[in-house]
T-cell receptor
Framework: DAKTTQPNSMESNEEEPVHLPCNHSTISGTDYIHWYRQLPSQGPEYVIHGLTSNVNNRMASLAIAEDRKSSTLILHRATLRDAAVYYCILGPYNTDKLIFGTGTRLQVFP | GAVVSQHPSWVICKSGTSVKIECRSLDFQATTMFWYRQFPKQSLMLMATSNEGSKATYEQGVEKDKFLINHASLTLSTLTVTSAHPEDSSFYIC?????????????FGQGTRLTVV
């Protein structure tokens, strides 16, 4: 499985945008970029995924570099409920299992 | 969206006993489910892939005789921790993945916190 590198932790103030980076220099052509987050004492939840083009949904935006060796998860206005560990995961579309890295712990301050 | 439910949410057991954790897909059928383990302040570690109607596939280093997985129906997978010891205390999480066109999303249970005393 291709490896991802994320900062261990990041901080943000409430209602400010947050940009969470992920490096994946060994990404293969068939790898999708998936983002999940885990709130304290809960199972992870899906945030967004993409292949080449930038993606938007109600939770976040995903900006993918042109060479696909990095991506950025964008939370447009952080709330206290966004405090979680965010995981960037690579994997082919048709693979079932997700292999989690260390993720980024996001703290949001009021 | 799809829902995956785990039961129990937490359990305390005595050393040497066995504990069963259930994982149900509530509104979809899951031919494949996954079991993860998470120690405090660490990431999720994939333990095994649970396949409906066949044997589970275990990740390297996971003892299949200690962590028994049964996937007898399309909506239920169970993980039994046999002869549990304090080092088995952890947060166990199951998941199932749904593919729909170009959408792919994994749904996770709320987790089961196991404490072995």
């Amino acid at each position: 499985d291709a490896k991802t590198t994320q900062p261990n932790s990041m901080e943000s103030n409430e209602e400010e945008p947050v940009h969470l980076p992920c490096n994946h220099s060994t990404i293969s052509g068939t790898d999708y970029i998936h983002w999940y987050r885990q709130l304290p004492s809960q199972g992870p939840e899906y945030v967004i995924h993409g292949l080449t083009s930038n993606v938007n949904n109600r939770m976040a935006s995903l900006a993918i570099a042109e060479d696909r060796k990095s991506s950025t998860l964008i939370l447009h206005r952080a709330t206290l409920r966004d405090a979680a560990v965010y995981y960037c995961i690579l994997g082919p579309y048709n693979t079932d299992k997700l292999i989690f890295g260390t993720g980024t712990r996001l703290q949001v301050f009021p | 969206g799809a829902v995956v439910s785990q039961h129990p949410s937490w359990v305390i057991c005595k050393s040497g006993t066995s504990v069963k954790i259930e994982c149900r897909s509530l509104d979809f059928q899951a031919t494949t489910m996954f079991w993860y383990r998470q120690f405090p302040k660490q990431s999720l570690m994939l333990m095994a892939t649970s396949n409906e109607g066949s044997k589970a596939t275990y990740e390297q280093g996971v003892e299949k005789d200690k962590f028994l997985i049964n996937h007898a129906s399309l909506t239920l997978s169970t993980l039994t921790v046999t002869s549990a010891h304090p080092e088995d205390s952890s947060f166990y999480i199951c998941s199932a993945r749904v593919f729909s066109g170009m959408n792919t999303e994994a749904f996770f249970g709320q987790g089961t916190r196991l404490t072995v005393v």
